[in-house]
Nanobody
Framework: QVQLVESGGGSVQAGGSLRLSCTAS????????MGWFRQAPGKEREVVAV????????YYADFVKGRFTISRDNAKNTVYLQMNSLKPEDTAVYYC????????????????????WGQGTQVTVSS
């Protein structure tokens, strides 16, 4: 059974930092692009960051550029999201996702393009 398990969420004050991790089990995703998404109450799920299977290319949503960093360790089958300078508007459930297509050159930003999802981890930023 393929599973993506997120961890590292929590509550933090504005300006603080959190590091999210997403570890896969059941199969390796070393040849798959991975993404982080978030969903706030009453809002649609939106892309935060995407990383190519090589780790060499990334995409960031405008609202996190310069504050968040996505990275991966294929040996550990894990993808990370370092979140700095957090704002109250970053409050959401954060999900990691894997693109089921191997060796894709496209950094997809739509949730429907991803085939595997974690259960999500809550991030709450207070002012």
């Amino acid at each position: 059974q393929v599973q993506l398990v997120e961890s590292g969420g929590g509550s933090v004050q504005a300006g603080g930092s959190l590091r999210l991790s997403c570890t896969a089990s059941g199969r390796t995703f070393s040849s798959n692009n991975m993404g982080w998404f978030r969903q706030a109450p009453g809002k649609e799920r939106e892309v935060v960051a995407v990383i190519r299977w090589t780790g060499g290319n990334t995409y960031y949503a405008d609202f996190v550029k310069g504050r968040f960093t996505i990275s991966r360790d294929n040996a550990k089958n894990t993808v990370y999201l370092q979140m700095n300078s957090l704002k109250p508007e970053d409050t959401a459930v954060y999900y990691c996702a894997a693109d089921g297509r191997d060796y894709s050159i496209y950094l997809k930003t739509g949730p429907l393009s991803y085939d595997y999802w974690g259960q999500g981890t809550q991030v709450t930023v207070s002012s």
